[in-house]
Nanobody, 122 residues
Framework: QVQLVASGGGLVQAGGSLRLSCAASGRTFSSYTMAWFRQAPGKEREFVSAMRWTDGSTDYADSVKGRFTISRDNAKNTLYLQMNSLKPEDTALYYC???????????????WGQGTQVTVSS
């Protein structure tokens, strides 16, 4: 069992930046493909970004490509999401997720954090 704790959300003006963090428990963090999802009020949860455990390959939703960057520090058991050029439509509850040795970056994720709120004002 792996526990995920997301943090770093907050209120930011359009065009600003924010970095989210996801702290994971256990020494096997490096064996998990990690991802970020988000859900806005009244909308479906959507995929944002992911990183494969083996080769560090990444994937991004078209809506965030070029603005967001996913990264990880296995020594610190931490996943990050650097968000730049934020837009009001980025406002959502952001969740980190983990899938053990998953190849497909869009595969089902078994473990989820509690979420951290990101609000972008106009």
């Amino acid at each position: 069992q792996v526990q995920l704790v997301a943090s770093g959300g907050g209120l930011v003006q359009a065009g600003g930046s924010l970095r989210l963090s996801c702290a994971a428990s256990g020494r096997t963090f490096s064996s998990y493909t990690m991802a970020w999802f988000r859900q806005a009020p009244g909308k479906e949860r959507e995929f944002v970004s992911a990183m494969r455990w083996t080769d560090g390959s990444t994937d991004y939703a078209d809506s965030v490509k070029g603005r967001f960057t996913i990264s990880r520090d296995n020594a610190k058991n931490t996943l990050y999401l650097q968000m730049n050029s934020l837009k009001p439509e980025d406002t959502a509850l952001y969740y980190c997720a983990a899938a053990y040795k998953a190849w497909n970056l869009r595969s089902p994720y078994a473990y989820w954090g509690q979420g951290t709120q990101v609000t972008v004002s106009s």
